[in-house]
């Protein structure tokens, strides 16, 4: 696809002393690379959303924010590692589980083992990845063990601005159905960061859509899937005929970040809309 079919759009220069950020999440790739999920082959919709993504001049971090694959096989994390690539070299870039992943059989990329350290350092800003995969379920938790996690990371760097990376989505987002599946330690976490000032910004999957909410002095954002999106304000499961996309963040030197999403152009990408699940 060209950068006119892509949708280019007029995303600002990030400022001097800026990080730029990108959130490219749940992309649900299998071994077979033809593969679909509910009408949408995956692997191709990720390629597409890498190019899309590679119109940023400047990339600092990339972070995938669970469900990289559907079907937990080494195959299917090699595709996703492959597509990372693209856009990481020398770019930094890191992951965490969502409840789609096998964490054990994505561990086994050895070339890209730093890819699973929960902490990264950027200038002026730290980011913690949180693991709030259950097992054998859809819901997620934040163990003690994550809670301590994040406790020690905010703690060793007092002088830097922090933002928090997780699967499921610690607010609701109205759609009844999705809210019954998002972190179960939502409140927890709320009150665990009310008086962390230095925490700026809490970034999630999961939900398949974009929102955005600002509450005590920290940004609140979901992000596109890079396939199958998630009709927004729906009681019951159903799907969104928008395309796939991606999450871009200017990390400012004073703390500020600036965000938006970015979308494929036109309606390549039709999903069935007449599923009740996957």
């Known amino acids: 696809m060209s950068q006119k079919e892509m949708g280019v759009s007029n995303i600002p220069q990030p400022k001097a002393d800026t990080s730029v950020l990108l959130q490219v999440s749940d992309c649900h790739l299998y071994a077979d690379k033809q593969a679909k999920l509910l009408g949408i082959a995956t692997f191709e ?10 119109q940023h001049t400047q990339i600092d971090a990339v972070l995938g924010t669970g469900d990289l694959t ?8 090699q595709h996703a590692a492959q597509a990372y690539r693209r856009l ?7 992951w965490c589980p969502g409840n789609h992943d096998d964490w054990q059989v994505a561990q086994a990329l050895t070339v890209e083992r730093e890819w699973f350290n929960p902490i ?21 938790e934040l163990t003690a063990e994550q809670f301590d996690v994040l406790a020690r990371s905010l703690a060793e760097r007092l002088d830097a601005f922090h933002l928090v ?4 989505h610690p607010r609701p987002v109205g759609s009844a159905w999705m809210d019954k599946i998002g972190l179960h330690q939502a409140e ?25 909410v ?14 199958i999106q998630f009709l927004p304000n729906s009681d019951d499961f159903a799907l969104d005929t928008q395309q796939p996309g991606y999450r871009w963040l200017h990390l400012q ?26």
Do not use: M
């Not at 700026?200 to 939900?207: D, L, M, R, Y």
């Not at 600002?214 to 396939?227: A, E, F, H, K």
């Not at 703390?255 to 036109?266: I, M, P, Q, S, W």
């Open 253 to 278: 030197a004073d703390g500020r970040v600036e965000t938006g999403v970015e979308r494929l152009a036109g309606d390549r990408y039709q999903p069935d809309i007449t599923a009740g699940g996957y």
């Open 214 to 227: 600002q509450q005590d002095g920290i940004r609140w954002l979901t992000s596109p899937s890079t396939c």
């Open 120 to 140: 990264l350092d950027l200038p002026h800003w730290r980011i913690t990845l949180l693991s709030t995969k259950v097992l054998n379920a859809v819901h997620g």
């Open 88 to 94: 990481a070299e020398p770019t930094a870039v890191r």
């Open 165 to 168: 990376a997780l699967h499921h």
């Open 45 to 54: 919709s990720l390629a597409d959303v890498v190019c899309l993504a590679q």
């Open 70 to 77: 559907q079907d937990g096989s080494l195959a299917s994390y």
């Open 188 to 212: 927890q976490l709320h009150a665990f960061l009310a008086d962390k000032p230095q925490v700026k910004a809490v970034i999630c999957g999961h939900v398949h859509q974009e929102l955005e």
